[in-house]
């Protein structure tokens, strides 16, 4: 979705003409159309605060930003908040994270146990310390609709959308499978997981691997009023999604590159989330998980962070990639820095200059701590 988003921001605000390559039209597999969908200002870093933000605000607007052909999109986005929790040992670094975040006057609530007993009686707090609560601007969405509004809307302002596999790069031309030549002002790579091996061609190193993530579906008795997405100390996390919830963790053993989606780990339901699911909230015993699916992290090795910007020793060739699970909350703000970049040769509405590429040759991570 982020070639989309820059795709749409290049043509509307620059007037610049855009041919996207989509390997996969429909999408199957794409990290943007299996995603959980969710938006939070809750990470220890700046920037990524600053781009949930100005994505936020985007998200609030879109039936008017992205409405085309007579069709405004709707995207069910709902922000009953992020609710992350902590035990005695994770205090520090929650306590760390939140005065970040309230420099970057995001409104989030620090919260002790009775608070959080007061709030959601449906709640255990057994072996908490604290919590903090995205009060205003997290929550969640149909990402899915989101994709589809931008390609859309990018359409209608002249964007070309081709199907091919592409085969080889070069600083001013793409060449597909099937010989097909694209020559280019501008380049811009995008493609998610799989965008490591075309800069490569270029000589630049994306430390950008497919990394699976399997997200369950579940129904439980009882109801859970006020339920904002909660993240459990142990990594498990859920959501309200319809009648049911969603919820998923980090996976178990080894985390393979590039493992087949199909490939579910029915296992670590069983034996990982529903236990803690059920401790954490008791009305979980009875639950019954009735649907799964997997999607592709565009995983950072390196630090976690998106990469955003110029390639190191290329002047006209651009990249979007490893937002490491947040990439398609921050893909207006990413789409519309990245336009600017391209089109004017410097950011204007919001610097992120601090995900430019050439962090990783430097050797300088940019750590986010708040990685889900």
Same mark, same amino acid.
């Given at each position: 979705?982020?070639?989309?988003?820059?795709?749409?921001? #290049?043509?509307? +605000?620059?007037?610049?003409?855009?041919?996207?390559?989509?390997?996969?039209?429909?999408?199957?597999?794409?990290?943007?159309? %299996?995603?959980?969908?969710?938006?939070?200002?809750?990470?220890?870093?700046?920037?990524?605060?600053?781009?949930?933000?100005?994505?936020?605000?985007?998200?609030?607007?879109?039936?008017?930003?992205?409405?085309? @052909?007579?069709?405004?999109?709707?995207?069910?986005?709902? !922000?009953?908040? $992020?609710?992350?929790?902590?035990?005695?040992? &994770?205090?520090?670094?929650?306590?760390? @994270? $939140?005065?970040?975040?309230?420099?970057?006057?995001?409104?989030?609530? /620090?919260?002790?146990?009775?608070?959080?007993?007061?709030? =959601?009686?449906? #709640?255990?707090?057994?072996?908490?310390?604290?919590?903090?609560?995205?009060?205003?601007?997290?929550? /969640?969405?149909?990402? $899915?609709?989101?994709?589809?509004?931008?390609?859309?809307?990018?359409?209608?302002?002249?964007?070309?959308?081709?199907?091919?596999?592409?085969?080889?790069?070069?600083?001013?031309?793409?060449?597909?499978?099937?010989?097909?030549?694209?020559?280019?002002?501008?380049?811009?790579?995008?493609?998610?997981? =799989?965008?490591?091996?075309?800069?490569?061609?270029?000589?630049?190193?994306?430390?950008?691997?497919? *990394?699976?993530?399997?997200?369950?579906?579940?129904?439980?008795?009882?109801?859970?009023?006020?339920?904002? %997405?909660?993240? +459990?100390?142990?990594?498990? /996390?859920?959501?309200?999604?319809?009648?049911?919830?969603?919820?998923?963790?980090?996976?178990?053993?080894?985390?393979? +590159?590039?493992?087949?989606?199909?490939?579910?780990?029915?296992?670590?339901?069983?034996?990982?989330? =529903?236990?803690?699911?059920?401790?954490?909230?008791?009305?979980?015993?009875?639950?019954?998980?009735?649907?799964? =699916?997997?999607? $592709?992290? !565009?995983? @950072?090795?390196?630090?976690?962070?998106?990469?955003?910007?110029?390639?190191?020793?290329?002047?006209?060739?651009?990249?979007?990639? &490893?937002?490491?699970?947040?990439?398609?909350?921050?893909?207006?703000?990413?789409? *519309?820095?990245?336009?600017?970049?391209?089109?004017?040769?410097?950011?204007?509405?919001? +610097?992120?200059?601090?995900?430019?590429?050439?962090?990783?040759?430097?050797?300088?991570?940019?750590?986010?701590?708040?990685?889900?």
């Amino acid at each position: 979705m982020l070639g989309s988003a820059a795709a749409f921001f #290049l043509a509307r +605000d620059h007037g610049v003409a855009v041919t996207v390559l989509e390997r996969d039209a429909s999408y199957r597999i794409a990290s943007s159309a %299996l995603s959980a969908s969710s938006i939070r200002q809750q990470f220890s870093c700046a920037v990524n605060i600053r781009l949930s933000q100005a994505s936020l605000k985007f998200f609030r607007r879109i039936g008017d930003e992205l409405a085309a @052909n007579g069709e405004r999109p709707d995207i069910g986005l709902v !922000e009953p908040g $992020y609710l992350f929790l902590a035990t005695a040992a &994770g205090v520090e670094t929650l306590r760390a @994270n $939140y005065e970040q975040q309230r420099e970057c006057d995001a409104p989030i609530a /620090w919260l002790t146990t009775g608070a959080l007993r007061e709030r =959601w009686p449906w #709640l255990s707090v057994d072996g908490l310390a604290a919590a903090c609560l995205g009060e205003r601007g997290e929550g /969640w969405f149909d990402g $899915y609709s989101v994709l589809r509004a931008f390609r859309r809307k990018a359409i209608s302002l002249g964007v070309r959308y081709v199907q091919a596999d592409v085969r080889t790069l070069r600083k001013a031309s793409v060449t597909c499978a099937d010989g097909t030549v694209f020559d280019s002002d501008a380049l811009l790579i995008s493609a998610g997981a =799989w965008s490591a091996p075309l800069a490569a061609q270029l000589g630049a190193l994306l430390p950008v691997r497919a *990394r699976k993530r399997d997200v369950f579906v579940f129904t439980a008795p009882a109801t859970l009023p006020a339920c904002p %997405l909660v993240i +459990d100390p142990s990594g498990v /996390w859920f959501r309200p999604e319809g009648r049911g919830f969603i919820c998923g963790a980090p996976p178990r053993g080894v985390d393979a +590159d590039d493992a087949p989606l199909d490939a579910i780990d029915h296992g670590l339901f069983d034996e990982t989330i =529903w236990p803690l699911l059920a401790a954490r909230v008791p009305a979980f015993e009875a639950l019954r998980m009735t649907n799964a =699916w997997a999607g $592709y992290y !565009e995983l @950072n090795t390196f630090d976690h962070n998106g990469l955003v910007g110029a390639l190191p020793g290329h002047d006209r060739v651009f990249t979007a990639c &490893g937002f490491s699970g947040h990439g398609m909350q921050q893909a207006p703000a990413v789409g *519309r820095a990245i336009a600017e970049l391209i089109a004017t040769g410097k950011y204007q509405t919001l +610097d992120v200059s601090a995900l430019d590429p050439a962090r990783v040759l430097r050797h300088e991570p940019l750590l986010e701590r708040n990685v889900i």
